[in-house]
């Protein structure tokens, strides 16, 4: 079992930035994937970024540009640097960890950790 705890949320003003960590209580942090994902009350929990264990990232297009993933193997550590942010970018963010082992496929989900961008 893998625990995840986000951290780094905030209230900001429009156009300031944040960054949000997780930090996974696991041994074997570097052979996990990891995700960003952020939720409204009352709507769907969407996806926001990814990096996988060699690094490589990937972005919702609608956030490209404003948001960076990245991870430290060694602190057991993800990050989402916002820069830019909008009222709409209120939401709770949530970090999600899995892997692949054989036909065991981990999945993983933090607390939660509360964004409000609001002037």
């Known amino acids: 079992q893998v625990q995840l705890v986000e951290s780094g949320g905030g209230l900001v003003q429009p156009g300031e930035s944040l960054r949000l960590s997780c930090v996974a209580s696991t041994n074997e942090f570097s052979t996990y994937a990891f995700e960003w994902y952020r939720q409204v009350p009352g709507n769907q929990r969407e996806w926001v970024a990814s990096i996988v264990s060699d690094g490589r990232t990937a972005y919702e297009d609608h956030m490209r540009g404003r948001v960076t993933i990245s991870r430290e193997n060694d602190k057991n550590s993800v990050y989402l640097q916002m820069n830019s942010l909008k009222v709409e970018d209120t939401a709770a963010y949530y970090c999600?960890?899995?892997?692949?082992?054989?036909?065991?496929?981990?999945?993983?989900w933090g607390q939660g950790t509360e964004v409000i961008v609001s002037s």
């Open positions: 999600f960890a899995e892997r692949l082992r054989g036909d065991v496929h981990e999945k993983y």
